[in-house]
């Protein structure tokens, strides 16, 4: 398996990536129980040399439950009826996933109410308030 090339400076060596080949649900005619159609595709990213640390947690946090207790991301496809498809299928979505983790998510900064915001839901408080007081029994003189 060769190398996966994510950006120009970032390339997943093939000794981090494990391909395996296993029988698919779905189409596949008279092949369907003789053929290993659907690829698993494995990543070491606990054992990534590739990869800094923050990318790494943010690529876990995208990656969800297709990490095993090894740290392995596994992405698996069985899109197509040829091997070799699902293969670069597979490969793609891997490179799709470690490029939203390369991108430092914006440090929100926290803002205030301005002056007008609080005098308008204070001022729309009130006019509720009275809509209310309006509903109201007239008080005891039955």
Do not use: C, W, Y
């Amino acid at each position: 398996m060769e190398p996966l090339v994510v950006t120009d400076a970032i390339t997943i060596p093939a000794e981090e990536l494990t391909m395996a080949a296993v029988r698919a649900s779905g189409p596949g005619g008279q092949n369907v129980n003789k053929v290993a159609s659907k690829v698993e595709l494995r990543f070491d990213l606990a054992g990534s040399a590739v990869l800094s640390g923050p990318v790494k947690g943010r690529l876990r946090a995208l990656a969800g439950n297709r990490l095993d207790q090894d740290g392995a991301l596994l992405i698996v496809s069985q899109k197509t009826r040829d091997q070799r498809r699902n293969l670069d299928d597979a490969r793609e979505r891997l490179r799709d996933l470690v490029v939203q983790a390369l991108v430092v998510p914006k440090e929100r900064r926290p803002t205030k109410p301005t002056r007008g915001s609080k005098m308008r839901r204070l001022g729309d408080k009130h006019v509720v308030g009275e809509r209310k007081r309006t509903r109201a029994k007239p008080s005891g003189d039955d």
